[in-house]
Structures are given as C-alpha cells and as structure tokens.
C-alpha cells in the first residue's frame, strides 16, 4: 500500500508515534528517547518545536532542515530506541506480521502525520499537544506533566504557568487528532 505524504518545503509537521498495542514504554524509558533524538539530530538537521511523551504515545512537531527528511528521522529515532531499550513485549505475543520481519514490537508500524498549513494552525497544533496529558486524564493541569516542552514554552514567556483554563482551550476543544 502505498501512502501519500506532503512535503512543504520549510513545513511543519505535527507527528504520533504510538507503541506496539499501546504498550506504557515511553516514560519508562525517557533517557533512551531523549538519547534517541539527539543522536538522530547528528545526522538530519531538524528542530523539535514542540514535544509531549506519554505512556505509550509520543505527540511532536518537527520543523526538519530539509522536509523529505522527516520520515528518515522518525524512522531512525524509532531504531535507535528499539535497539537501545531491550526487549518490553514478550515476543510469544507479537502478531506474525512482527514476528516475520523480526520486530521487537515497540512501535505500531505506521505513524500518523499531518502537515501544518498556517501560523494558527500551528499555535493550535502546539496548544494541543501541550493539553494532551489533561485530556488523557493523566494530571489536572497542564504545568504537572513534566514530560512536555510546556516548560520550555512559558520559560521563554510564551506560557502562562496556569495555562490550560477553559477559554485557554477553546480554539483546540473541538480538535481532535487522535
């Protein structure tokens, strides 16, 4: 099958890479996935512009040097991790399809991607990602996840600490990416 994707030249990409049957592996391994990204920023030239990581999915927005890159680096980040984090799911339980080509079973093949279109697009794209760990229900705030580049985000004034108030929300309530 094969799958069409946009490459705007200097576009932004807003990308979930979810794990294997939603396997909670991501946290548990923070390290090796920081690891990952940096060592794949060695070899393609991108910025992560925004980045929240939960138990099992991974929501980011890439702004990659050269656009054709981008399924090269999510490619390679989800390599290094496989390689680096040892075996999380017994492969007993994997499907055929994983067993066959000789996969761990740490990531669904396939990632979802959406290119971003405009400026508000992309403020909203961002306000998502940094909403997501509430709207999963894993904290009550937005400034409790620690695994966000929120942090970042208010640290160079573009947050509020207590952002994530309903009218805060109101452009991204209805979207839904998931």
Request: glycine share 4%; hydrophobic share 35%.
């Amino acid at each position: 099958m094969n799958y069409r994707r946009v490459f705007v030249p200097n576009g932004y990409v807003h990308i979930i890479i979810t794990s294997y049957e939603r396997k909670p592996v991501f946290i548990d391994n923070i390290e090796i996935l920081r690891t990952a990204f940096r060592n794949v920023q060695n070899l393609y030239k991108f910025e992560i512009i925004a980045i929240c990581v939960m138990h099992e999915h991974i929501h980011l927005i890439l702004h990659p040097e050269d656009i054709n890159n981008y399924p090269k680096i999510i490619s390679s980040v989800k390599h290094y991790f496989s390689r680096n984090v040892g075996q999380v799911c017994p492969t007993d339980n994997l499907k055929i399809g994983y067993k066959n080509k000789r996969e761990k079973g740490i990531f669904q093949r396939r990632y979802w991607e959406h290119t971003i279109k405009d400026e508000e697009e992309l403020n909203n794209q961002i306000n998502y990602i940094h909403y997501n760990p509430v709207k999963h229900g894993l904290v009550n705030n937005v400034k409790d996840w620690q695994y966000s580049s929120f942090h970042k985000f208010v640290k160079l004034g573009l947050y509020e600490n207590n952002w994530g108030s309903e009218k805060d929300i109101e452009n991204i309530k209805d979207l839904d990416v998931e």
